[in-house]
């Protein structure tokens, strides 16, 4: 009877090493936390970032001719961001992002005048932001995982109606509240027990001009297109 159970107990021990070895050979090697986040086809999350954001400017024609202007640049100016990400996975290396949120940003054109005085103009915003991203992701690799984003974003400035009753005095530039842009970063998936975390950064530019022409502003009239554009920072908390 003894010899019985002790076949009874060795057999045991063998099936059970070989079920936990046949698992280990399925998990992939050194990725512990990410077979927990390995079949939810979607999960959501928060995104806090940080900006840089000013304007592209193309002069027009009427720069040259222009006699108390010399020189126009935009300037970049820091920003946040606050996002609610959902995630939807395409396969095992894609996934859709939709991410809208809220961006508050300052942007600023300087001039300087033909007898060396500048000056600034600045627009303060607040964007209701709407990207749609896809994002590919490499094989996993010690909980770890890179991947590259890319895609358009649509945003509207839900400051300009207010901008526009209190300012219309004031000599500022003629910005259309409407943008689309197109985005594209870089970032790594870091996976713990309770959430991912993805820090990334990402360059947005604009695909059409902003710029509403005002021919009775000086500013205006030697500028023919305007472009936003911006460096993103995120931290990106999913799960």
Same mark, same amino acid.
């Given at each position: 009877?003894?010899?019985?159970?002790?076949?009874?107990?060795v057999?045991?021990?063998?099936?059970?090493? +070989?079920?936990?070895?046949?698992?280990?050979?399925?998990?992939?090697?050194?990725n512990?936390?990410?077979?927990?986040?390995?079949?939810?086809?979607f999960? !959501?999350?928060?995104?806090?970032?940080?900006?840089?954001?000013?304007?592209?400017?193309?002069?027009?024609r009427? +720069?040259?001719?222009?006699?108390?202007?010399?020189? *126009?640049? /935009?300037?970049?100016?820091?920003?946040?961001? *606050?996002?609610? #990400?959902?995630? @939807?996975?395409?396969?095992?290396?894609?996934?859709?992002?939709?991410?809208? /949120? !809220?961006?508050?940003?300052?942007?600023?054109?300087? !001039?300087?005048q033909s007898?060396?005085?500048?000056? $600034?103009?600045k #627009?303060?915003?607040v964007?209701?932001?709407?990207p749609?991203?896809?994002? +590919?992701?490499?094989?996993?690799?010690? %909980?770890?995982?890179?991947? &590259?984003?890319?895609? @358009?974003?649509?945003?509207?400035? &839900?400051?300009s109606?207010?901008?526009?009753?209190?300012? &219309?005095?004031?000599?500022?530039?003629?910005?259309?509240?409407? %943008? +689309?842009?197109?985005? *594209?970063?870089?970032?790594i998936?870091?996976?713990f027990? !309770?959430? #991912?975390?993805?820090?990334?950064?990402?360059f947005?530019?604009g695909?059409?001009?902003?710029? &509403?022409?005002?021919?009775?502003? $000086?500013?205006?009239? *030697?500028?023919?297109?305007?472009?936003?554009?911006?460096?993103?920072?995120?931290?990106?908390? $999913?799960?």
């Amino acid at each position: 009877m003894h010899h019985i159970h002790r076949y009874k107990i060795v057999f045991t021990i063998l099936l059970v090493c +070989f079920a936990l070895q046949a698992h280990a050979q399925l998990k992939p090697k050194g990725n512990y936390n990410f077979w927990n986040y390995k079949s939810k086809p979607f999960y !959501f999350g928060l995104t806090i970032g940080m900006h840089s954001t000013g304007y592209l400017t193309q002069k027009s024609r009427q +720069f040259m001719n222009s006699d108390s202007l010399d020189f *126009v640049t /935009g300037l970049d100016r820091p920003g946040l961001n *606050v996002n609610i #990400i959902t995630n @939807l996975k395409i396969g095992q290396y894609f996934d859709f992002r939709f991410i809208p /949120g !809220f961006a508050f940003s300052e942007r600023r054109i300087s !001039f300087r005048q033909s007898n060396n005085i500048f000056s $600034e103009e600045k #627009i303060e915003s607040v964007f209701l932001e709407i990207p749609l991203l896809l994002r +590919f992701k490499s094989a996993p690799y010690k %909980d770890k995982r890179l991947f &590259v984003v890319g895609g @358009l974003k649509y945003s509207y400035d &839900v400051a300009s109606n207010a901008r526009a009753r209190t300012d &219309v005095l004031k000599d500022l530039f003629n910005i259309s509240p409407h %943008d +689309f842009q197109f985005e *594209v970063g870089a970032g790594i998936q870091m996976f713990f027990p !309770f959430f #991912i975390f993805s820090p990334e950064i990402k360059f947005s530019q604009g695909i059409g001009n902003i710029h &509403v022409r005002n021919n009775n502003k $000086e500013e205006s009239r *030697v500028l023919d297109r305007i472009l936003s554009r911006a460096l993103t920072i995120s931290f990106h908390f $999913e799960g």
